[in-house]
Structures are given as C-alpha cells and as structure tokens.
C-alpha cells in the first residue's frame, strides 16, 4: 500500500514521505490517485481551505487518517490575530458605556444574513464568530433564549381554524419598548414563530416603529400568518451588544463588532461558504480523525459513490449541515461528532422509494448535539428520506426540534439515547415522521429518550402525525414529557415500551376521520395523491405492503380513513396512565387491540439516579445498558433532592455520578448557577445551590459536557410533562 504523509510545514516539493510532507490535501489527493489502495497521513495542525476540498470517481481506495494522537484541522474560516478598539463615533453612541471600552471590532469577510427556517431553502449561513471554539451569540432583543410577544395585527385574517391573525404583507405589533431606543438599522432581523410553534423564520425588517411598536417585514415576509401571542425576537442590534460572548455585523462598513468573553481563547470567523469537503462519485474512501469546522456551508457533502466511511471525525462550528448524503450505496457515518451546525447535524437524501431500493447506508455510534442554531424547525440530528437507512446506538442532545426526523421506507431507528431536543418548539417529536400511508417498514425500537423540552401543545418521543401508518413500535423506554404519540394511522405494531412518569404515555386519535376541512382536505388530496404516487397496487409495494390494498376503498368513499389495525401489548406505565383517547373524533374499540399490558413500577435497578434497568427479569423491554454510543464513554447520571422550600425559593441538592468507564467533565446550569464538575469513573459529587422555582419541576442540565439532566419534581411525577 502506498503512504504518503502531510503536515502544515510541509511543501508542494516534498516527497510525501514523513520526512519530506506535503503541504495539503490536494497535494496529497494528486499523489495518489490512480495509483493503488492509499494512506494519506494527516498531522496536526490547521489546514486552511480556500476552496472545498474534492474527490471524484477517479479518486478510490484511499484513507485519509490523523496520525495517532494528533489533531488535524480543516478551516474553512479565518483566524482573527488582532482585535481593534471601537472608535467610530457613531458606533460608540449606540453602545452603553460599558460596552464602548469592551468591544472589539475587526474586518468583516463577504456575506450577510438571510431567510432561514421552516420550508426556506438552505443557503450559506453569514459569517459567524466562534472564540475559543464556542458559538457567540448575534446581539438580540429580547436577550438569547427569551422572546417577546406578537400582541397584534395590521392587516386582520381569519385562518384555517377559524382563529384572528394577521396577513404578512400587512406587518404586525409587539409588546415592549427597548426598540425606543435603537437608532435606524438597515441590516436588522426578525426572527419568529409566527403562526406555529414548528414552523419559525428569519424576516429582514423594512420598517421598525418603535413608538408604535409595529414592524414590517420584506416579502416574502413570514410563514402562514402572523398570529397574536405568537414568539419573536430582533437581532443584529448594536445596542443589545451588551455582554460577552455577543457580537454584530456592520455590513455596510465591512466591520465585525465583539464583546470577547472573558475565557478568551482563538476567534474563528467563518468565510467559506461551500462544503469544506465534497466527494462527488467517490467509490471505497475513509475519513478518520479529522476536525472540520470554521466554514459558512456543509462540513462533507457526498454524492452518489460506495463505500464512503466517515470514523471518529469531529464536525463542528459550521453554517449549514454538518454531513449531508444525497444517493450513492453502503455509505458509514462511525463514532462522529457534529456539533454547533447551523441546520441539521447529519441529512441523508438516498434509496429508491418507487423501486424501494436500499441505500444501506448507516449512521452509528455518533455524538450529535446543539445543531440547528439558526434554521430552528426541522432541521435533526439525523435527517433520512428515502429507502433502506440505519440511525441506531448514537448519543443525540441539546436541539430546539427534532433529534431523528425521516420520510420513507425501511428506515431502522434502533438504540439511541436522545435528551433535551424539542427545546423551543410545539407540536413536535423527538423520533417524527407524518402524512403519508405508505411510509412503511420502519422500525423504532430499544431507544432511550428524556427530559424533553416542549411549548405550547408540547411534544412527544415517538410522534407518528397525520395519519402516517404501519410502524414497529418497541422496547422503546420514555421519561418524562408524552410518549407515543399516535395521530390517525392505521396498522401499528406497539409492543414491549416502558414509560416512566409521563405526562400521557400513549396517544391515539382518529383525525382520519375528521370532517374538518383541514383534515378531510388532508386524507383527500396530499394522503391519496402521496398514496397513488407509488403505484400500491403494483410491484413492489403491493407484494411488500398488502395492507395498502385497503385505503383506495376508503379514498373513493370519501369519508375519511379510520386508524385500523393498530396493536399494543405487553406496554408498562409507571406513575402516570398508560392511555389517552382523544374525543374529538368518535373512538371505535375495533380500532385499538390491546394486550397484556400494565401500570406500576417492574422492579428498576437504581431510579433514584435515573437508572431503569431492570432489577430483575421479567419484562421484556430495551435493558438500556446498550443504548448510546458503543465503547468506553463517561456516562455521568445526576439526582437532584429538595433540601428545603422557602415559597418560590428552594435549596436544593445536586449529586452526579460517573457509572461510566471514562472520566467525566461539563458545566452543570442549575438555575442561575453554574457548576464545574470533573469526575473519573465512579465517582461521586454533591453540591447546594438556591434557586427560585415557579413551576412544577427545576430541571438542571450539562452546558457543555454529557452529564444526563436531573429534575426534581415538585408536586409529583405526573406533573413533569
């Protein structure tokens, strides 16, 4: 096999050897190809990429590997060396006292803001600042992780539901008066959920009245309608530049303006705006061990091709998409990180649905979490549409929407632990699928899911919508927040799931039979046209799929299509009811079969520290000990106990324990405290804090390591949905 080697001191005059490197990954590429099964050795250091790194059909049997223990970087981003204090008097007017001796400005590379979020093309994110590897924040109002509210319309409509709301090109009214004091901004947003809490965008604002407190946007100007009591915030404001860790964009004056955070550490600002890697027909290439990050577009982007392996590669800090997979065959996504993308962390867009050919392609193993930090909705840890996809045994966290998000067939879902998703959304899923009936041949099972997040309508691990159909449902373990939630479908298989102090565990409804006009419209026209699409009744999908022969009876009747054939057995609930029958639609008991299941606790191992493994044996559901990534791994649990409870004020204790076979370290947020913990494995930490609690439950959660959540409830497990 032939090795060549590359280093940043290297030269395009060297050998390749390790005594002589090269000086890139193209260099590297040239070398080899043509010439035989290949190792590129990558050592560490930076490789700064002005143009996305490319390998083709041309381009096969080649690894490109860190050398062990090293830490090779692709950059698609610049290294800012110097910072500069703010001197434009103008600039210095608009920030508080404190601000104008803090923040720094430097250049500004080409981009600029634009439309982003649910059903909005992808296009490069404007350049973003990263110090000391963290993401910083656009200065906002209200401040990040806080909204202000819609209290009106301009223009009056009456929407689909008969509710008041407000057309988009007529602009609508917000309550507070901190725009006041903001001077004219031609290159301020608007970010909101306008109508729907999963649906949000990025408007650019024509027009600003603070005295009237109306805004109105550029077209295509929002989603669906404005609607009052909806959520927004303004961002790229100057004068909200006031804490570290914040930063604008000039864009008129070529100028990026910071407040660095007190930490420190290297400010990266993100200029590339295309993939940092593409293979493109690539047949039998390994990735493994390199960090990509810096860039404004995808991290890889493969196309088409075999047997492209990705293996303990880091993906972080970029504009879109940390890996995206469209066709090509027996692609690997291994033991990768990706983290702080701009959309998803990993999209696959591959198998053939109309022939329902695999693509076998897998994504296993993997750490994905805080993706989605601009297009909020929709955009997963894992992304499948198409045919013959695995996403299983990987640690997904941290995210305003889905973690696992697939349209399609064949689709194995198996072994992931997944909290803290669905953080600023409604109406959502942690595992989410919906509206066609002949997505069929999936799998969920032996998943672990938790502590989710949730507003409005709230959200629930498992969410089948509208009407989609025909799912294996099982071994699957719930904690917290809603379980399964079942939306009109027909022929489910549900079977061996545990859930554990659930708001409602299982949800079932028949909305196919609705004679609303959203519903009826739904069955009507998107099901059937989706429906007759495939050919059902033809190859492959009549001899895969008998069950569909039922629906085009239904279809012609015009009546709507009742959710038949669905089975659970063997379910368990602990303190909380296993069902929930939605009455707005005339529930059939033909509908539902029900079979051998049961509520109270089975005989859990450790529960006090969120451990629901089986103390002894006896119900057949996921043991969790083989959830999450494979391998040795810190694997940190916390328990948090009422010391005691002054009103709103609590003490409150926070214990972490490492049952892990690696050493653990983050940063626990409880309330407005923050705790740095570093444990090896099987140690133990307390400590006391004093927050206030308004609601039903404090939930304390790792900043920036791995530690699980911990909640304590205060009025009893059944109140923490």
């Known amino acids: ?171 609508f009214t917000y309550e507070g008066d901190r725009p006041r004091a903001w001077a004219p901004n031609p290159d301020l947003w608007v970010h909101g959920y306008w109508s729907w809490d999963w649906a949000n965008s990025y408007e650019h604002v024509a027009r600003l009245d603070p005295a009237a407190r109306t805004v109105n946007t550029d077209p295509p100007h929002g989603l669906y309608a404005f609607k009052p009591g909806q959520r927004c915030y303004f961002l790229n404001v100057p004068e909200e530049l006031t804490a570290p860790g914040q930063y604008v964009l000039d864009r008129a004056a070529g100028l990026l303006y910071c407040w660095p955070p007190e930490e420190g550490g290297e400010a990266l600002v993100s200029v590339l705006e295309t993939p940092l890697l593409r293979l493109d027909g690539a047949r039998d290439i390994t990735l493994q061990g390199l960090t990509l990050e810096g860039g404004r577009g995808h991290g890889v982007e493969i196309l088409g091709g075999e047997g492209v392996i990705l293996a303990g590669c880091t993906l972080r800090n970029l504009g879109n998409v940390g890996i995206v997979i469209r066709e090509g065959h027996g692609h690997r996504v291994l033991a990768c990180e990706v983290a702080h993308t701009g959309d998803a962390a990993i999209r696959i867009e591959a198998g053939g649905r109309a022939t329902l050919t695999p693509a076998d392609h897998t994504v296993e193993d993997c750490h994905l979490h805080h993706y989605a930090r601009w297009s909020r909705t929709y955009q ?54 919906g509206r066609d009936y002949t997505y069929l041949g999936n799998a969920v099972r032996d998943n672990y899911i938790h502590h989710m997040g949730g507003v409005g309508m709230g959200t629930a691990a498992i969410y089948m919508d509208d009407c989609v159909s025909g799912h294996e449902i099982a071994g699957n373990v719930v904690w917290y927040g809603d379980g399964i939630w079942l939306g009109g479908g027909r022929d489910f298989t549900v079977h061996d799931n545990l859930f554990i102090a659930c708001r409602q565990a299982i949800y079932f409804d028949g909305r196919g039979m609705s ?52 089975t659970v057995a063997r379910c368990r609930a602990v303190a909380c009811a296993l069902f929930s029958i939605a009455d707005w639609v005339p529930f059939d008991d033909a509908w539902l079969a029900q079979t051998d299941n049961a509520e109270g606790d089975p005989g859990f191992l450790d529960p006090d520290w969120g451990d629901f493994r089986l103390d002894t044996p006896g119900f057949p559901t996921a043991t969790l000990a083989a959830v999450g990534p494979r391998g040795d791994a810190p694997l940190v649990r916390g328990r948090v106990e009422l010391v005691a409870r002054d009103g709103d004020a609590c003490t409150v204790r926070l214990a972490l324990r490492n049952d892990g076979t690696m050493p653990g370290a983050g940063v626990m947020v409880v309330g407005p405290a923050r705790w740095a913990y570093a444990l090896e494995p099987g140690e133990i930490a307390e400590s006391t804090f004093t927050v206030t609690v308004t609601g039903p439950y404090l939930e304390c959660w790792d900043d920036i390591g791995t530690a699980r959540p911990a909640r304590w409830v205060a009025e009893g497990m059944h109140d923490a949905g």
């Open 515 to 566: 004679e609303h006009a959203v519903w009826r419209n739904m069955v009507q026209h998107t099901m059937r046209e989706r429906f007759e699409a495939v050919h059902p009744d033809a190859p492959p999908y009549a001899d895969r799929y008998p069950a569909l022969a039922a629906l085009p009876a239904y279809f012609a009747a015009g009546a709507g299509v009742p959710p038949e054939g669905n």
């Open 1 to 171: 096999m032939l090795h060549v080697h590359i280093a940043p001191h290297g030269s395009p005059l060297g050998d390749g050897s390790l005594a002589a490197p090269l000086a890139t990954l193209a260099q590297a590429r040239d070398a080899v190809r043509g010439r035989g099964a290949a190792t590129v050795w990558v050592h560490g250091g930076d490789y700064p990429l002005a143009e996305t790194f490319t390998l083709t059909a041309d381009d096969v049997q080649t690894t490109y590997r860190a050398v062990d223990g090293a830490c090779p970087r692709l950059l698609g981003g610049r290294v800012v060396e110097a910072w500069q204090p703010v001197t434009d008097p103008a600039m210095r007017a608009r920030l508080t006292p404190e601000a104008r001796e803090a923040v720094r400005v430097t250049a500004l590379p080409p981009g600029a803001f634009g439309r982003r979020g649910f059903s909005i093309p992808i296009t490069p994110a404007h350049p973003e600042l990263f110090i000391g590897g963290v993401p910083q924040t656009v200065a906002q109002w209200p401040p990040a992780g806080t909204f202000t509210t819609i209290t009106g319309v301009l223009t009056p409509l009456v929407n689909e539901w008969d509710e008041a709301v407000g057309a988009l090109d007529g602009g």
């Open 380 to 433: 997963a840890g894992v992304h499948v549409d198409g045919c013959g996809v695995r996403v299983a045994q990987n640690l997904i966290h941290d995210a305003p929407h889905n973690a696992v998000l697939y349209t399609g067939n064949e689709i194995d879902i198996a072994g992931n632990e997944i909290y803290r998703v669905c953080l600023e959304t409604g109406d959502a899923g942690a595992i989410y699928t």
